[in-house]
């Protein structure tokens, strides 16, 4: 059982506390607008806890990949990169892996990206699968109030 809350992070504090009052054992299921500090530091975020998000990119994930991501971002930029830079690296990343497999037409780059299959980025797992729009594997977080941390529960 879960109950979607697509508010901002302050808004799924109160609602969560008020689930919690009221004696309501659902999970909190929200977006990425819940990631950030002010839930994090709530006084009342432990009725958020072990609840669940979505977000594009996760910046903390322990995958290698990830990391020498954000690492090498960190020195170029000094700073940490967002969800639309991840995305634009991906989007670099399988452009270049058509055209290093061959594509030289833009009908063979249609094709090649057409035919993409759990292309691994460090936003998460891209295909196209014949479609136009990309097929993702966005990261899942869980709140941990405890450690006052966003957890990675889908690696």
């Not at 669940?52 to 910046?59: A, M, N, P, Q």
């Not at 035919?115 to 899942?140: C, H, M, W, Y």
Request: charged content about 20%; glycine content about 8%; some cysteine.
């Amino acid at each position: 059982q879960a109950l979607y809350l697509p508010g901002k992070a302050g808004e799924a504090v109160q609602a969560a506390s008020a689930m919690s009052f009221c004696d309501l054992r659902l999970t909190p299921l929200g977006s990425d607008l819940w990631k950030s500090p002010e839930l994090l530091q709530n006084d009342n975020a432990a009725a958020l806890e072990g609840a669940r998000l979505s977000v594009g990119f996760f910046s903390e994930s322990a995958d290698g990949h990830v990391r020498r991501f954000v690492e090498a971002y960190r020195r170029r930029y000094a700073a940490v990169p967002s969800q639309l830079s991840a995305q634009a690296y991906d989007a670099g990343m399988i452009m270049a892996t058509a055209l290093k497999n061959g594509a030289s037409t833009r009908e063979e780059l249609r094709q090649a990206l057409f035919n993409l299959k759990n292309f691994e980025g460090v936003s998460g797992l891209t295909s196209f699968e014949g479609r136009q729009d990309a097929v993702k594997r966005i990261p899942i977080l869980k709140v941990n109030s405890v450690s006052k941390t966003f957890e990675q529960v889908n690696p």
